[in-house]
């Protein structure tokens, strides 16, 4: 065990320069690192977002909305489907997942006919060719109808992709720095927000479905505040973003909606000098935008965002141009984000915020300060322990644990895994725990020279018979690491990093680095020397 | 200096009463668990964390008063490190995830009003329901799973007695674990469920060393009584336990003091698993195999290098 051919010393001593290379940028500022020659790595360890400050959110796309949406289209059809065909129906009901209705008869061909017409519906989402997305069942007279579990998963899969891409779309508006945005799992989405402390514009902006539409003001009848939930048949009632007592009766059907938008822009009222935001339609929007002007010069129009109704302007002339704008007393701010958000588009289902970490830069840098000092005064206290316990050969172990630390920071660089403040306990724990190996090792060693053995049969026995001792003890904990890894998230996932980076390289040392020096060391003792005890 | 290695200690000598007193700390620590339960931090029970700094110093009463009025249910406000910096924690808000996004505005406002000095907001944490229900439960399985894996592996590299063996004390090591946050009433938060994991790890790690040595040592002195073979092995392997321990607590102690508050209660739940761990490793893990009936006849022909 402590013969090494030239070819191994060479591998291991290029195994740990390649690693010190990638640790050396950890010590220098970006820009002395800009002046250096282009072969030395310049990538630096990842700072997790508890360390260089800024925002975690984690999102869930509304799912039941999801699904209640495309069971209140499918209401519509399938009245309309019963009407046609003359088939008397009573206790029509929507639910959360189905839908319920009583009917005397309900012949094959209907079915068939409801089937179709989701079928052709639903053709943006079912790539399935003809295959049925609906369930009905009936009970003598009573017919529920709901969507498959396979429908619903598709839908549901499609709307968080489009909202992932809706997400990245406003973020990136914002000009926010390196946002990372993920999807986690079914139906959620995870947002990194670097350099973000207080994300609370962020989280307006993502709390906004942002569907626009344009419909007319219901001027038939006027709002009843003693009567709050009457609407004639055909209207709705929707409250103001201006003045939270007041509320608009408008039609209920859409006259345009901001799919058809292609521009926003945020401007002033050239008059009065209020922000406004101006838009653009598409072809289709421009002429349906033009028709409903048209005919209804003198009548409000109501802009409505997220059912709330911003305003709603009296049509002095029609609008042909395809080309607008909404004022509604907002703020230069507000004008904006507005723009965003039209320009972005609309969320097919609402974002809820489960969960948000955000940590401000001071913290982060206060965090890097103290564990950088806690790893130093250990680092010290190991090393002086070390060779207080087992003179020489502990002045190697500590050799080889400065070595250690430096292959940690190298292979975080290198594969830029992210160091978390949890990470950095991580490698203060791999400080204390890198010198077991060699512990290990010397402590046989100095069983071997007891028993009488002479130094370098002492060295080459205790390797060989510490081997597996090692190897069953770091697996326990590299397992433990590794549950950690895939059980958690965020900074604690960069604790189990470090934490199996550390058990990798303090074995990787202990076997080869270590190894050779007591080699180098044990072949250059005199031979009156060789029996003479570790710790003498 | 001492060389420990040559130490004659007869551990299992006392191994009554060793156990009655493990038994009684578990006891104690299940006990306390059902009584007061666990200080659950957001993490696990849900709500806001907020940690401000500012540049006087804040009386911290006339604050949390202040809070309390805001109608959010239970307000914490509680000193953080320094005079300056506190932290302030807000209970779950009942109905559903998006409602906890209004606490934070309103307790910011709130702090913007009541404090005359600018307020750094260092640090703003919100749960929701929907989450902090799932981290418990991931928590639960990981600390189950390593267990679990653990079992298995021992089971693998030695027989079923040292895994048994091995296990208990490691259900012991996280039992105490777990009690001792329940004593003190520290906050049990997700970090910690990560210590609990490294205890795992370490404990076993410092486990398989006396088991591997109790494996060769069984080997070597076929006739040797099984006491006095387990006391030899803990004694022979004395040095190496000391040694880690003493460089890992060490490591430990020093991210204790000097590594600043938010990790505060990773790294004591970490020290008291060390101590936990090496002990268990010792006077649980090793004086149990007395009890389970370790196979005597190893076959010499497979093992590496068991002869001499």
């Given at each position: 065990m402590i013969y090494f051919s030239n070819t191994k010393i060479f591998s291991i001593l290029s195994v740990i320069f390649i690693c010190l290379m990638f640790a050396v940028?950890?010590?220098?500022?970006k820009d002395q690192l800009n002046s250096?020659?282009?072969?030395?790595?310049k990538q630096q360890v990842n700072l997790g977002l508890d360390l260089q400050g800024g925002s975690h959110l984690l999102l869930e796309v509304d799912t039941v909305e999801i699904v209640k949406e495309r069971l209140e289209n499918l209401n519509s059809d399938v009245r309309r489907v019963l009407k046609k065909n003359n088939i008397q129906y009573s206790n029509f009901k929507n639910t959360d997942d189905n839908l319920k209705f009583v009917v005397e008869e309900f012949p094959a061909e209907i079915q068939k006919e409801i089937l179709e017409i989701s079928v052709s519906n639903s053709q943006n989402i079912l790539?399935?060719?003809?295959?049925?997305n609906l369930v009905i069942t009936r009970d003598l007279n009573q017919v529920s109808i709901s969507f498959t579990d396979e429908f619903i998963k598709l839908a549901v899969s499609n709307a968080v992709a489009q909202s992932l891409e809706i997400v990245r779309r406003r973020i990136d508006e914002l000009g926010t720095r390196e946002p990372s945005i993920q999807r986690q799992g079914s139906s959620r989405i995870i947002i990194q927000l670097p350099g973000i402390d207080d994300p609370d514009r962020i989280k307006a902006l993502l709390g906004q479905t942002a569907k626009l539409t344009f419909q007319l003001v219901d001027t038939s009848t006027n709002y009843d505040p003693l009567n709050p939930k009457k609407a004639p048949v055909g209207s709705e009632i929707l409250p103001s973003d201006a003045d939270d007592s007041f509320k608009y009766i408008v039609k209920k059907r859409v006259m345009v909606g901001g799919e058809n938008l292609v521009d926003a822009q945020p401007g002033f009222d050239p008059q009065t000098n209020e922000p406004i935001v101006s838009f653009r339609f598409d072809r289709l929007g421009a002429s349906k935008f033009g028709r409903v002007t048209q005919q209804n010069v003198g009548k409000p129009f109501a802009i409505i965002l997220d059912d709330t109704v911003i305003s709603a302007p009296v049509i002095r002339e029609a609008i042909l141009g395809g080309s607008g704008q909404i004022s509604g007393g907002f703020d230069s701010e507000e004008a904006n984000d507005l723009a965003i958000l039209l320009r972005a588009g609309a969320l097919p289902a609402p974002l809820i915020i489960l969960e948000e970490r955000s940590v401000g830069p001071d913290l982060g840098a206060d965090s890097i300060e103290a564990g950088q000092y806690a790893a130093i005064i250990g680092f010290v206290a190991v090393i002086i322990f070390m060779m207080f316990v087992y003179r020489y050969f502990g002045f190697l172990a500590d050799i080889a644990l400065i070595i250690n630390l430096f292959m940690v920071l190298g292979i975080l660089s290198l594969f830029q895994a992210t160091l978390t403040l949890p990470g950095i306990a991580g490698i203060i724990l791999t400080i204390g725990m890198a010198v077991d190996a060699n512990v290990l090792i010397f402590e046989r060693v100095k069983e071997e020279i007891r028993s009488g053995s002479k130094m370098i049969n002492a060295v080459e026995n205790g390797y060989k018979r510490a081997l597996s001792t090692i190897l069953d003890a770091n697996i326990t904990t590299l397992i433990a690491a590794v549950i950690l890894f895939f059980m958690a998230s965020g900074p604690v996932r960069g604790f189990s990093i470090t934490l199996a980076i550390g058990i990798f390289t303090s074995v990787f040392t202990a076997f080869t680095f270590t190894r050779l020096l007591i080699s180098i060391y044990a072949k250059s003792l005199k031979p009156s020397l060789v029996g003479m005890k570790i710790n003498d | 200096m001492i060389d420990i290695a040559k130490t004659k200690i007869n551990f299992l000598k006392s191994r009554i009463i060793t156990f009655i007193f493990s038994s009684i700390l578990v006891v104690l620590s299940i006990g306390f668990f059902f009584v007061s339960g666990l200080n659950f931090g957001i993490d696990f029970k849900g709500g806001t964390l907020i940690e401000i700094e500012t540049d006087n110093e804040i009386e911290i009463a006339g604050l949390r008063d202040n809070l309390n009025?805001?109608?959010?249910?239970d307000v914490q406000v509680q000193e953080f490190g320094s005079k300056n910096n506190l932290l302030i924690r807000v209970e779950q808000q009942s109905g559903g995830d998006q409602i906890q996004q209004n606490v934070v505005e309103i307790v910011k406002n709130s702090l913007d009003s009541h404090l005359s000095s600018e307020v750094n907001f260092r640090r703003t944490e919100v749960v929701g329901p929907k989450v902090s229900g799932e981290l418990i439960q991931s928590g639960a399985i990981a600390i189950l799973a390593a267990v679990f894996a653990m079992l298995i592996y021992i089971w693998f590299r030695f027989e079923w007695q040292f895994s048994l063996g091995a296990v208990v004390a490691l259900i012991h090591d996280v039992i105490l674990t777990i009690g001792v946050f329940s004593i003190t009433q520290l906050e049990f938060n997700l970090p910690i469920i990560a210590a609990i994991l490294t205890i795992v790890g370490y404990s076993m790690n410092d486990t398989v060393v006396v088991y591997d040595r109790v494996r060769e040592n069984l080997r070597k002195h076929r006739s040797k009584n099984i006491i006095d073979l387990l006391n030899l092995s803990i004694n022979e392997t004395l040095s190496r336990t000391i040694v880690t321990s003493v460089t890992t607590l060490l490591a430990l102690l020093s991210l204790f003091i000097f590594g600043g508050e938010v990790i505060k209660g990773f790294t004591f739940a970490m020290i008291w698993g060390v101590v936990v761990g090496t002990y268990s490793s010792i006077f649980v893990a090793a004086p149990l195999l007395n009890y389970l009936d370790v196979k005597r006849e190893w076959n010499t022909t497979s093992a590496v290098d068991s002869t001499r």
């Amino acid at each position: 065990m402590i013969y090494f051919s030239n070819t191994k010393i060479f591998s291991i001593l290029s195994v740990i320069f390649i690693c010190l290379m990638f640790a050396v940028p950890n010590f220098f500022s970006k820009d002395q690192l800009n002046s250096f020659p282009n072969f030395i790595p310049k990538q630096q360890v990842n700072l997790g977002l508890d360390l260089q400050g800024g925002s975690h959110l984690l999102l869930e796309v509304d799912t039941v909305e999801i699904v209640k949406e495309r069971l209140e289209n499918l209401n519509s059809d399938v009245r309309r489907v019963l009407k046609k065909n003359n088939i008397q129906y009573s206790n029509f009901k929507n639910t959360d997942d189905n839908l319920k209705f009583v009917v005397e008869e309900f012949p094959a061909e209907i079915q068939k006919e409801i089937l179709e017409i989701s079928v052709s519906n639903s053709q943006n989402i079912l790539q399935m060719g003809d295959q049925t997305n609906l369930v009905i069942t009936r009970d003598l007279n009573q017919v529920s109808i709901s969507f498959t579990d396979e429908f619903i998963k598709l839908a549901v899969s499609n709307a968080v992709a489009q909202s992932l891409e809706i997400v990245r779309r406003r973020i990136d508006e914002l000009g926010t720095r390196e946002p990372s945005i993920q999807r986690q799992g079914s139906s959620r989405i995870i947002i990194q927000l670097p350099g973000i402390d207080d994300p609370d514009r962020i989280k307006a902006l993502l709390g906004q479905t942002a569907k626009l539409t344009f419909q007319l003001v219901d001027t038939s009848t006027n709002y009843d505040p003693l009567n709050p939930k009457k609407a004639p048949v055909g209207s709705e009632i929707l409250p103001s973003d201006a003045d939270d007592s007041f509320k608009y009766i408008v039609k209920k059907r859409v006259m345009v909606g901001g799919e058809n938008l292609v521009d926003a822009q945020p401007g002033f009222d050239p008059q009065t000098n209020e922000p406004i935001v101006s838009f653009r339609f598409d072809r289709l929007g421009a002429s349906k935008f033009g028709r409903v002007t048209q005919q209804n010069v003198g009548k409000p129009f109501a802009i409505i965002l997220d059912d709330t109704v911003i305003s709603a302007p009296v049509i002095r002339e029609a609008i042909l141009g395809g080309s607008g704008q909404i004022s509604g007393g907002f703020d230069s701010e507000e004008a904006n984000d507005l723009a965003i958000l039209l320009r972005a588009g609309a969320l097919p289902a609402p974002l809820i915020i489960l969960e948000e970490r955000s940590v401000g830069p001071d913290l982060g840098a206060d965090s890097i300060e103290a564990g950088q000092y806690a790893a130093i005064i250990g680092f010290v206290a190991v090393i002086i322990f070390m060779m207080f316990v087992y003179r020489y050969f502990g002045f190697l172990a500590d050799i080889a644990l400065i070595i250690n630390l430096f292959m940690v920071l190298g292979i975080l660089s290198l594969f830029q895994a992210t160091l978390t403040l949890p990470g950095i306990a991580g490698i203060i724990l791999t400080i204390g725990m890198a010198v077991d190996a060699n512990v290990l090792i010397f402590e046989r060693v100095k069983e071997e020279i007891r028993s009488g053995s002479k130094m370098i049969n002492a060295v080459e026995n205790g390797y060989k018979r510490a081997l597996s001792t090692i190897l069953d003890a770091n697996i326990t904990t590299l397992i433990a690491a590794v549950i950690l890894f895939f059980m958690a998230s965020g900074p604690v996932r960069g604790f189990s990093i470090t934490l199996a980076i550390g058990i990798f390289t303090s074995v990787f040392t202990a076997f080869t680095f270590t190894r050779l020096l007591i080699s180098i060391y044990a072949k250059s003792l005199k031979p009156s020397l060789v029996g003479m005890k570790i710790n003498d | 200096m001492i060389d420990i290695a040559k130490t004659k200690i007869n551990f299992l000598k006392s191994r009554i009463i060793t156990f009655i007193f493990s038994s009684i700390l578990v006891v104690l620590s299940i006990g306390f668990f059902f009584v007061s339960g666990l200080n659950f931090g957001i993490d696990f029970k849900g709500g806001t964390l907020i940690e401000i700094e500012t540049d006087n110093e804040i009386e911290i009463a006339g604050l949390r008063d202040n809070l309390n009025t805001l109608s959010l249910g239970d307000v914490q406000v509680q000193e953080f490190g320094s005079k300056n910096n506190l932290l302030i924690r807000v209970e779950q808000q009942s109905g559903g995830d998006q409602i906890q996004q209004n606490v934070v505005e309103i307790v910011k406002n709130s702090l913007d009003s009541h404090l005359s000095s600018e307020v750094n907001f260092r640090r703003t944490e919100v749960v929701g329901p929907k989450v902090s229900g799932e981290l418990i439960q991931s928590g639960a399985i990981a600390i189950l799973a390593a267990v679990f894996a653990m079992l298995i592996y021992i089971w693998f590299r030695f027989e079923w007695q040292f895994s048994l063996g091995a296990v208990v004390a490691l259900i012991h090591d996280v039992i105490l674990t777990i009690g001792v946050f329940s004593i003190t009433q520290l906050e049990f938060n997700l970090p910690i469920i990560a210590a609990i994991l490294t205890i795992v790890g370490y404990s076993m790690n410092d486990t398989v060393v006396v088991y591997d040595r109790v494996r060769e040592n069984l080997r070597k002195h076929r006739s040797k009584n099984i006491i006095d073979l387990l006391n030899l092995s803990i004694n022979e392997t004395l040095s190496r336990t000391i040694v880690t321990s003493v460089t890992t607590l060490l490591a430990l102690l020093s991210l204790f003091i000097f590594g600043g508050e938010v990790i505060k209660g990773f790294t004591f739940a970490m020290i008291w698993g060390v101590v936990v761990g090496t002990y268990s490793s010792i006077f649980v893990a090793a004086p149990l195999l007395n009890y389970l009936d370790v196979k005597r006849e190893w076959n010499t022909t497979s093992a590496v290098d068991s002869t001499r």
